[in-house]
């Protein structure tokens, strides 16, 4: 059985850092593109940064770009999320996701597996 399985959100204060985890497990992911969403209560889940196979191309929404980067272990069939800066707006619950492509981009239904989320919560 396949699984995504996200760790490491919590509350913090403004202008602290987090590292979200995503853990993946049933199968190797380390040929498909990994990606971060997030969705804030009554809002749509958006996209949040999205990574190659090989972590030779990323992308970041207009909204993070600068704070978050993300990153990958293949060894680890894992992906982080690493959040600096943070702000009120990014609390959110967090989903990790997979696609199976070597690289793809902000749209949700590019991506064919999900995690159950994380919340992250920044406090003001």
């Known amino acids: 059985q396949v699984q995504l399985v996200e760790s490491g959100g919590g509350l913090v204060q403004t202008g602290d850092s987090l590292r979200l985890s995503c853990a993946a497990s049933?199968?190797?992911?380390?040929?498909?593109?990994r990606g971060w969403f997030r969705q804030a209560p009554g809002r749509e889940r958006e996209f949040v940064a999205t990574?190659?196979?090989?972590?030779?191309?990323?992308l970041y929404s207009d909204s993070v770009k600068g704070r978050f980067t993300i990153s990958r272990d293949n060894a680890k069939n894992t992906i982080y999320l690493q959040m600096n800066s943070l702000k009120p707006e990014d609390t959110a619950v967090y989903y990790c996701?997979?696609?199976?492509?070597?690289?793809?981009?902000?749209?949700?239904?590019?991506?064919?597996?999900w995690g159950q989320g994380t919340q992250v919560t920044v406090s003001s």
């Open positions: 996701a997979a696609a199976r492509t070597s690289y793809s981009g902000s749209n949700n239904d590019e991506y064919d597996y």
């Open positions: 049933g199968r190797t992911f380390s040929n498909y593109a």
């Open positions: 990574i190659s196979w090989n972590g030779g191309r990323r």
